[in-house]
Nanobody
Framework: QVQLVESGGGLVQVGESLRLACVAS????????MAWYHQTPAYQRERIAT???????NYATPYEDRGTISRDTLKNTIYLEMNGLKLDDAGVYFC??????????WGPGTRVTVSS
């Protein structure tokens, strides 16, 4: 089992940046990749970026220029930095961990509100 807890959400203004964190605990040695997802107010969940155990990163096209996923392996933490926030970036941001047996774990999410 893997437990995930996201943090860093809150109220941001259009054009500002945000930095989210996700701490993993439990069977972290079984994690092969972690990712960030964005769930819109209409409950559509889309992948933002993935970082693998080896440190390789992959971004969904809409976020290639605005998002940066990184990690601190000593802290079992991944981060998401996004700049140039838009109203459409509002919603809940989830952290995902996938293990060696392709099990997916999710955190409870952190909510981001974007105001103009």
């Amino acid at each position: 089992q893997v437990q995930l807890v996201e943090s860093g959400g809150g109220l941001v203004q259009v054009g500002e940046s945000l930095r989210l964190a996700c701490v993993a605990s439990g069977s972290t040695d079984r994690i092969v990749s972690m990712a960030w997802y964005h769930q819109t107010p209409a409950y559509q969940r889309e992948r933002i970026a993935t970082i693998t155990r080896s440190g390789n990163t992959n971004y969904a096209t809409p976020y290639e220029d605005r998002g940066t996923i990184s990690r601190d392996t000593l802290k079992n933490t991944i981060y998401l930095e996004m700049n140039g926030l838009k109203l459409d970036d509002a919603g809940v941001y989830f952290c995902n961990a996938r293990t060696e047996v392709s099990s997916d774990f999710w955190g409870p999410g952190t909510r981001v509100t974007v105001s103009s």
